[in-house]
């Protein structure tokens, strides 16, 4: 090698970290807590979030001071989306792709650091029990709790990878639910919906594909620990394309946030839960509107985990 040759092989090695950090410092930093449902809408059906009235309409929120779009993050991994309610401190809802799933294992909860300081970890964090959050939900809210408990929107048994399992152990994901309903019809209501999807839809790929879309409504009771809002209702609704069927599927469900109730569930369509409830839970054309899923609970596939 020549004295010049050297001289260059030198200089190169000595740029090259120096143009590794200049490249570095211009990857920009992605957050997880985003200003718009449409930086994180693979989640949805169509790319379209649902119509929440007076707080997200076409795809807008009216509010973006109070209400946060989260894409649930876990291991540098989007999982699924929740639209927070930063004051009432709870989700108005969680939303996901279906492929699968399974019961697992608890995990211990998480929080959305960024809601606290939006340059703050991009990655859900585990939740400090020393630390009282000022934009959302922690330990200390549900300690010591005989009436309530840490009730997932988008629950953990509509996962089948452990990571995605545990991504679902988050606050933003958790309202104050009455045990009873928690552990009984809504408890029930899962299981029937989770045996639909599993059984039904399958699309032309043979493969499981669908739409799931979980919410609460907010009340005017005392808020747990004078900082969390305890849901009136909750509610469910799910959309798909049936292979077997030969058309698209959907249903809704919802109930009461009391232990007192009914055994089950009824199933609704998704124009009853507009009517009744004012949401609509997917926009597009392609999910009947005036049909529900209750045919198929005669079937002997699902006849064991829904009933009406």
């Given at each position: 090698?020549?004295?010049?040759?050297?001289?260059?092989?030198?200089?190169?090695?000595?740029?090259?970290?120096?143009?590794?950090?200049?490249?570095?410092?211009?990857?920009?930093?992605?957050?997880?807590?985003?200003?718009?449902?449409?930086?994180?809408?693979?989640?949805?059906?169509?790319?379209?979030?649902?119509?929440?009235?007076?707080?997200?309409?076409?795809?807008?929120?009216?509010?973006?001071?109070?209400?946060?779009?989260?894409?649930?993050?876990?291991?540098?991994?989007?999982?699924?989306?929740?639209?927070?309610?930063?004051?009432?401190?709870?989700?108005?809802?969680?939303?996901?792709?279906?492929?699968?799933?399974?019961?697992?294992?608890?995990?211990?909860?998480?929080?959305?650091?960024?809601?606290?300081?939006?340059?703050?970890?991009?990655?859900?964090?585990?939740?400090?029990?020393?630390?009282?959050?000022?934009?959302?939900?922690?330990?200390?809210d549900y300690a010591k709790q005989t009436e309530f408990e840490k009730g997932h929107l988008f629950p953990s048994s509509y996962r089948?990878?452990?990571?995605?399992?545990?991504?679902?152990?988050?606050?933003?994901?958790?309202?104050?639910?009455?045990?009873?309903?928690?552990?009984?019809?809504?408890?029930?209501?899962?299981?029937?919906?989770?045996?639909?999807?599993?059984?039904?839809?399958?699309?032309?790929?043979?493969?499981?594909?669908?739409?799931?879309?979980?919410?609460?409504?907010?009340?005017?009771?005392?808020?747990?620990?004078?900082?969390?809002?305890?849901?009136?209702?909750?509610?469910?609704?799910?959309?798909?394309?049936?292979?077997?069927?030969?058309?698209?599927?959907?249903?809704?469900?919802?109930?009461?946030?009391?232990?007192?109730?009914?055994?089950?569930l009824q199933t609704k369509t998704l124009g009853e839960l507009l009517t009744e409830l004012g949401i609509e839970a997917f926009p597009?054309?392609?999910?009947?509107?005036?049909?529900?899923?209750?045919?198929?609970?005669?079937?002997?596939?699902?006849?064991s985990h829904c009933r009406q």
């Amino acid at each position: 090698m020549t004295q010049g040759s050297l001289m260059i092989s030198l200089m190169m090695q000595h740029l090259l970290p120096l143009a590794t950090l200049l490249l570095l410092s211009i990857v920009p930093t992605e957050t997880e807590v985003v200003a718009s449902v449409a930086q994180c809408n693979e989640f949805f059906l169509a790319q379209t979030p649902p119509n929440i009235p007076d707080i997200l309409e076409e795809g807008n929120i009216k509010d973006q001071n109070r209400y946060k779009v989260i894409c649930q993050t876990l291991r540098d991994i989007r999982r699924f989306v929740t639209l927070y309610d930063t004051q009432n401190r709870i989700p108005v809802f969680s939303a996901a792709e279906y492929r699968g799933g399974s019961e697992g294992k608890r995990s211990f909860w998480k929080i959305e650091p960024q809601l606290e300081n939006i340059n703050d970890n991009d990655n859900m964090i585990p939740a400090d029990k020393k630390i009282t959050y000022d934009h959302q939900a922690g330990i200390n809210d549900y300690a010591k709790q005989t009436e309530f408990e840490k009730g997932h929107l988008f629950p953990s048994s509509y996962r089948s990878d452990e990571v995605d399992k545990r991504s679902t152990f988050t606050l933003t994901n958790a309202v104050p639910q009455r045990k009873l309903f928690n552990n009984g019809r809504w408890s029930s209501m899962e299981r029937c919906v989770k045996c639909i999807l599993d059984k039904y839809c399958i699309n032309n790929n043979n493969q499981v594909e669908d739409f799931v879309v979980i919410g609460a409504k907010p009340s005017n009771e005392k808020p747990l620990k004078e900082r969390i809002n305890i849901p009136s209702v909750l509610w469910s609704a799910f959309c798909c394309y049936s292979h077997s069927q030969n058309k698209w599927l959907a249903s809704a469900h919802w109930g009461n946030n009391t232990d007192l109730g009914p055994t089950y569930l009824q199933t609704k369509t998704l124009g009853e839960l507009l009517t009744e409830l004012g949401i609509e839970a997917f926009p597009g054309k392609e999910c009947p509107k005036d049909e529900s899923v209750t045919q198929l609970y005669s079937q002997p596939a699902c006849k064991s985990h829904c009933r009406q």
